[in-house]
């Protein structure tokens, strides 16, 4: 017997499955335990569908979503049209119709996954979503089956490939953020719009979902905070390399006394940290732990067949649990009361560039201010003074997040100072 | 309900597990779906049981294993000895008597691992082994579960901690290889005997697990050839920095036209490969594969608490299948018959390190060898004249395993030459 497969688009991801279905085709039945069978696929409209025939895509297309909610024989129905609606729509029908539902839609899952498992639960059917973290890095289904035994602390990531393509050339070429995001553009990394990938939002998304299967916990979009690229300067990154660091966009989710505290970030990372050569537009997830102690799993971050085969590893992991007759499990299954952590209690060393005027003195007057607030330094260095103005540069040690806060309102305060950048920093 | 757990020792990882089982007892119940229970540990007599007793350690210790294979309450038997005998008696009898088996024990499973896994089949019992290949990182079930969809085309691995640890040395600090040895061994990363480790048979172990996880093919261990880490020499480091490279002890699994070839040995890497940058004891698997592309996990090889923490994963895994019924599932049913390489047809660029009479007209002398192999130089550098002898080194282009040993018995048949090194190279 096959299973029956609903796809809802045919975008660039959808196209990749047929792909490994050919190109795989022993393993995955094996793997699946059946026959897997595209059964009809959802496009926009009558023009899409004579375009797909034309270029040769021998599938059943139909126009309207009802044609595979309402085929009984359909038991898997895949979205991958992105965006929220009619995504939201569509797979909220396709569960309730009860119907098992793949989707690496990230936006939407983060924004309302929570609603889509409750119902999938209610349901009795499977809902996965390996590919909408990290594309091809088999990180949510690892979390979930292998990390089972051990408790996570904290969770760096390098989430977002196309900044990471941006920083990496600022970093390895010295380029500027705006020649970064034109190449990242032309190369079609980047959209038009490039606003959720330079602002640390798709990455946030990930942050979401990699909350709920590190921690147990389901923090909201808005709990995340999120810091883009398009502050850094040459500037940064010189200094930064100088004090043996490389500058990465990090989504960083960890659990303090308080609570869970996630964050999206531009860091400092020391050049021997394993998320340091991490580049171009690879992602990886590193995952500090009581029991493995440090672990990281690199890999393509998105892309047409990676994404395809996280997809492919879902469909077949229902297919199995179809066949096991427990496919209603949840694919994380680990939930306990979220807890935010107390700003109080969220602690990091960070780096400060600050322009202040270029006379004797100006050190003391910043050691002052921080010494108010209880901070110390570990590094500083002075900049760039042109008779005017001076830079200086300061890695302090660690401080709390309302330490921060506090320091910056107390520095914008002083009229001759100009807080220019402040950035995490990772590392002992 | 608990279900019951008997130990087969109580060295280092065992002592790991009840670490484990206190510190992430909530997680570990709700994944397992029960409570876990360690019932009865088999030490080796009385004094060992007096002793651990004495320590603290309040367990049910016995010193027969028929103890354990007799109790009928005890459902997963977890081997923790080590080494072949009595380990490959106790797991066959354990099996036998219809109980479910975790072991770490990779020098038994690559060598008897096929009679275990039948008779575990036969019996409808799991046995699982995730902790026998790089310890805390979850590859084996990442294989079996995230890249089912997936064709992989070749793993290359960091395997060994303890050689990895010593390359690093010799890498970073130019230490000698017995310098290197001394501080291992010191270090407690290195056997008094450390012929397993630092000759490549260790990871030979490893790659015989990953080519029935990778590639479904099982390759017996005298069919992975291996070659250590012992005849490398500063020279070699050096000349592999000079070029763009790092030397690592290197296992390479790889699916070629006639078949699978497994190979151990000390590898050129170009420095910004993802496994370059993997130093210390940490080890990482590196997977190529048609749909993912690029992926690689990383994490310590070893260790009491990582080692822990996969046979706690293959613990739970047990525990929720008893509960969904499905226990005899296969921990890798992805089989294929196995085909070996043919030499002819597995390809990798070398470096030759030769030495040869100081004098003018060895370069062509050495080129009219490889010639009549047909194989052609990427790089040539000559080194250290002393009047008598020169060192010349050589970077080829791609050649068969075939075309390798040729040219080495042709080079060693010139009276004049002495080959004093040949390593893979990796890279375009």
Do not use: C
Request: overall charge negative; aromatic content about 8%; glycine content about 8%.
């Amino acid at each position: 017997m096959s299973i029956k497969i609903g796809l809802l688009g045919f975008g660039t991801v959808a196209s990749g499955i047929p792909f490994l279905l050919k190109e795989n085709a022993e393993k995955i039945i094996a793997a699946a335990h059946n026959d897997l069978e595209i059964a009809k696929v959802l496009v926009k409209d009558e023009d899409e569908k004579n375009r797909l025939i034309a270029a040769g895509h021998d599938y059943h297309f139909v126009t309207n979503v009802d044609e595979i909610l309402n085929d009984a024989d359909i038991q898997i129905v895949v979205e991958l049209m992105g965006r929220i609606e009619p995504a939201r729509t569509f797979i909220t029908k396709a569960l309730e119709a009860g119907k098992n539902v793949v989707s690496a839609n990230k936006d939407l899952i983060a924004t309302h996954g929570k609603e889509l498992i409750s119902l999938a639960q209610a349901k009795g059917v499977a809902f996965y979503y390996e590919a909408a973290v990290a594309g091809g890095i088999p990180i949510l289904r690892t979390l979930a089956n292998s990390l089972t035994s051990d408790k996570v602390t904290r969770i760096l990531g390098v989430l977002n490939g196309t900044s990471n393509f941006m920083m990496t050339k600022m970093v390895d070429e010295g380029w500027t953020y705006e020649a970064a995001l034109r190449t990242a553009q032309e190369l079609g990394y980047a959209e038009s719009d490039p606003t959720n990938d330079v602002e640390g939002i798709d990455a946030a998304y990930k942050a979401v979902i990699l909350s709920q299967f590190g921690f147990g916990m389901t923090v909201d979009f808005d709990q995340v905070s999120h810091k883009g690229i398009t502050t850094i300067t040459p500037d940064d990154v010189a200094v930064a390399q100088e004090l043996g660091y490389v500058i990465k966009l990090v989504g960083d989710i960890r659990e303090v006394a308080s609570g869970i505290s996630a964050e999206v970030a531009p860091t400092f990372l020391p050049q021997n940290h394993p998320l340091a050569s991490v580049n171009g537009v690879m992602n990886a997830v590193f995952v500090e732990s009581i029991g493995i102690g440090e672990s990281m799993y690199y890999g393509p971050g998105a892309g047409q067949k990676p994404t395809a085969t996280s997809v492919m590893a879902d469909i077949i992991r229902i297919a199995r649990r179809l066949s096991d007759g427990n496919v209603g499990k949840a694919f994380n299954e680990f939930a306990r009361e979220t807890r935010l952590a107390d700003s109080a209690d969220v602690f990091a060393k960070y780096y400060f560039a600050i322009n202040v005027p270029d006379k004797s003195g100006q050190i003391l007057r910043l050691a002052e201010i921080f010494n108010t607030e209880d901070i110390s330094f570990e590094q500083v260095l002075q900049q760039k003074a042109n008779g005017e103005e001076a830079r200086v540069v300061i890695i302090t040690h660690e401080l709390s997040k309302t330490q921060l806060e506090s320091v910056i309102a107390k520095l914008n305060a002083v009229e001759d100072f100009q807080v220019v950048n402040t950035l995490k920093v990772l590392g002992d």
